[in-house]
């Protein structure tokens, strides 16, 4: 259920609500909009209980929350949340960001020479795999604790932040270092016991649809994170599994439009799983910013054919740049800024 918090309430009436909530045995979540306060309450209700909050001063209402993801949904947040992802970078307001980079972070040479590339052409945060979770247990796994060294250099030289996947809880602190955004692969996007440990961490976590979950999976593994106390989560849509086999997977571009109704969260759109071909991602990439999605994760490789990972589906900084300098036009006829 959802605490409508009445307007003229002060400080001290909403840490009271809150110290209610909790001292009747919930979970209370409460959210500053910016035209009202609300205090999402979570845990199993009794018609005793929500009498009892029902008295409390400063409550203007009580409603339930249908949708089972409960502090996701914009039901207890009308408005589109922003995150900050580095110092003055934000998703999910009007700049429509864009992440590039490797599928893996594969030596220092061939992370610090892409990473250039994609600050030149504009991207805005860096991409990159440390641990890879791969299908197959043969194939390269990345470079693994060694990875880690080289992100921090490259991040350092280039200045941009960096974004890259969490494949394991006992890795989450080696990680800190580095990750100004930990990813969740599509593999592990109902892994809860990961998502409720990046829930106890102070950065923003981008967690990847998996191949075969719903609209509504997706926003109930995201809420794993939430109810921990990190709110900062960008969902990512990086196609599913469909009979289509001229694709990797297929781009469920209608679940952009679903996302963005159903949540307040930001979208961004994988054009590189979800096509798996190098041509399509750039025509895919302006599809995602007609959907409405707040930005992208794309791969990019400065010698494809001979990436240790996913090469197929990356583009070269040539093909990179000239999307940095189309996406401008698209950005402005979806009402954002690149
Ligand atoms: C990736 O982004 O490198 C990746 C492994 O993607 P996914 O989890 O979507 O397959
Ligand atoms: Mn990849």
């Not at 009202?36 to 009794?46: L, R, S």
């Not at 981008?206 to 990190?230: C, I, P, W």
């Not at 799983?273 to 995602?288: R, T």
């Amino acid at each position: 259920m959802v605490i409508i918090v009445e307007s003229g309430a002060d400080e001290q009436i909403v840490e009271d609500l809150i110290g209610k909530v909790r001292s009747l045995g919930f979970k209370p979540h409460p959210i500053y909009g910016v035209e009202k306060t609300v205090i999402a309450v979570v845990g199993e209700k009794t018609q005793d209980k929500v009498e009892v909050l029902q008295t409390m001063p400063g409550v203007q209402q009580i409603i339930p929350i249908l949708k089972p993801y409960k502090l996701v949904g914009r039901e207890v947040k009308t408005e589109s949340s922003v995150i900050e992802i580095a110092d003055g970078l934000e998703i999910g307001g009007e700049r429509f960001i864009v992440m590039a980079g490797p599928c893996a972070v594969e030596s220092y040479d061939q992370f610090a020479e892409i990473a250039q590339y994609v600050k030149e052409a504009g991207g805005h945060v860096l991409r990159g795999g440390i641990f890879k979770p791969r299908t197959s247990p043969h194939e390269f796994q990345g470079l693994r604790e060694e990875g880690v060294p080289i992100a921090r250099a490259v991040k350092e030289e280039t200045g941009l932040p960096f974004v890259t996947e969490v494949v394991d809880v006992r890795d989450i602190e080696m990680l800190h270092e580095v990750a100004d955004i930990y990813q969740v692969g599509a593999r592990n996007m109902q892994n809860f016991a990961l998502l409720t440990e990046l829930g106890k961490v102070d950065r923003p976590v981008m967690l990847k649809r998996a191949m075969s979950a719903t609209v509504e999976d997706l926003l109930q593994a995201a809420e794993y994170v939430v109810v921990e106390g990190n709110d900062d989560v960008i969902l990512c849509e990086r196609g599913i599994r469909t009979f289509e086999t001229a694709t990797r997977n297929t781009l469920d571009i209608s679940a952009v439009i679903a996302l963005k109704r159903f949540s307040h969260l930001p979208v961004v759109v994988d054009p590189s799983h979800s096509s798996g071909h190098d041509w399509m991602v750039p025509s895919l990439c302006k599809a995602a910013v007609a959907a409405g999605a707040d930005g992208l994760l794309v791969e990019t490789h400065r010698r494809p054919q001979e990436a240790m990972v996913d090469g197929y589906q990356s583009l070269t900084p040539p093909v990179f740049e000239e999307l940095m300098g189309e996406l401008p036009a698209f950005c402005e006829a979806a009402g954002r800024v690149l």
